[in-house]
């Protein structure tokens, strides 16, 4: 499809376990942000890149949370050591670089840790 | 630092009855408003945005909302709502003066449920 696309829609892992998140933003599209949201609140900003460079990486909350966009395009948020707190819905959003102030939002990958 | 606060978690109105869902925000600088709505099983979409001039806006499916500066408010509203219309939504700020897309990087409320029965 023409819209983002996220994978997987529900990962289920331990205490500990190594978590990789992708996320395919829309063709054309050179700004790319990640959203975590957890239940019962609003998402809340993670990082956005400009091209294949974080912009902004003021929302990771801890050395354990890492993202990558290597070309531009697909983006990969990484996280060590997973805790239970981390369980949450991580959206992606991609937007074009003029500011039209419109994101388009896939519709999540949901982290379960157990 | 910004903050936003939605005052109700959850709204429930019949059909065909107007809504307004009420969002305050807090900002030491100039602020881009938007609302998205989240649909069930969907992903986040654009209701409508605020970034200048008339501070009435108009956005899809009916809705609309005004910015109100002095009052750092951005309610919307619906003169009548459609049972479609029940969905979780969400008001969001973002720093006009960042430059360059941080206007996407969004301060967001926790959420109003829309619940619109028949």
């Known amino acids: 499809g023409a819209g983002v696309s996220q994978t997987p829609s529900n990962k289920v892992t331990e205490k500990g376990k190594y978590v990789e998140l992708r996320c395919d933003p829309i063709?054309?599209?050179?700004?790319l942000y990640w959203y975590r949201q957890s239940l019962g609140q609003g998402p809340e900003f993670l990082i956005y890149?400009?091209?294949?460079?974080?912009?902004?990486d003021s929302g990771l909350p801890n050395d354990r949370f890492f993202a990558v966009r290597p070309e531009g395009s697909v983006s990969t948020l990484k996280i060590q050591r997973t805790e239970r707190g981390d369980s949450a819905v991580y959206l992606c959003?991609?937007?074009?670089?003029?500011?039209?102030?419109?994101?388009?939002f896939g519709e999540g990958s949901r982290l379960t840790v157990l | 630092a910004q903050s936003v606060t939605q005052l109700d978690s959850q709204v429930p109105v019949f059909e065909e009855a107007p809504v307004e869902l009420r969002c305050n925000y807090s900002?030491?600088?100039?602020?881009?408003l938007f609302w998205y709505v989240q649909y069930p099983n969907q992903g986040l979409q654009l209701l409508l945005k605020?970034?200048?001039?008339?501070?009435l806006v108009k956005g899809i499916n009916g809705f609309e909302a005004e910015f109100n500066k002095s009052q750092t408010s951005f309610h919307l509203r619906k003169p009548s709502v459609h049972i479609s219309d029940t969905a979780e939504y969400f008001c969001?700020?973002?720093?006009?003066?960042?430059?360059?897309?941080?206007?996407?990087?969004?301060?967001f409320g926790q959420g109003t449920i829309l619940t619109v029965h028949p």
């Open positions: 063709s054309g599209h050179t700004a």
């Open positions: 959003a991609s937007s074009l670089i003029a500011a039209t102030g419109e994101l388009f």
């Open positions: 969001a700020v973002s720093d006009s003066e960042g430059g360059g897309t941080s206007y996407g990087k969004l301060t």
């Open positions: 900002s030491s600088v100039s602020v881009y």
């Open positions: 605020y970034l200048s001039g008339s501070t």
């Open positions: 890149f400009q091209g294949t460079g974080a912009a902004d």
